[in-house]
Nanobody, 121 residues
């Protein structure tokens, strides 16, 4: 019913930048919030950033001042601009969206398949 398609990952040198995109497609009533998680090898998945409709974005401390999350409501798309990247940012980045399929339905969370970000010389 809802598909999230990520793009923009890749290999970048330390100090470089990448912009991730995630577009939601399918049939639904509204998207309440969107965000990004990441999972590095051997580590638990962690929330990187989230943005709620009508609210301020939230970030994990380790990316504050370097990453910016934004959303294009008309395009059902969320972006993650990542600047001053560090090797420890290397991970698979997963997009998520809290979606209401109908006006009366409780929201559900949907996930993208992930996009690899590698920060290395």
């Amino acid at each position: 019913q809802v598909q999230l398609v990520e793009s923009g990952g890749g290999l970048v040198q330390p100090g470089g930048s990448l912009r991730l995109s995630c577009a939601a497609a399918g049939s639904f009533f509204s998207i309440n919030s969107m965000g990004w998680y990441r999972q590095a090898p051997g580590k638990q998945r962690e929330s990187v950033a989230r943005i709620v409709t009508g609210g301020s974005p939230n970030y994990v401390d380790s990316v504050k001042g370097r990453f910016t999350i934004s959303r294009d409501i008309a395009k059902n798309t969320v972006y993650l601009q990542m600047n001053s990247l560090k090797p420890e940012d290397t991970a698979v980045y997963y997009c998520w969206a809290e979606v209401s399929l109908t006006a009366s339905a409780l929201p559900s969370v949907y996930w993208g398949r992930g996009t690899q970000v590698t920060v290395s010389l």
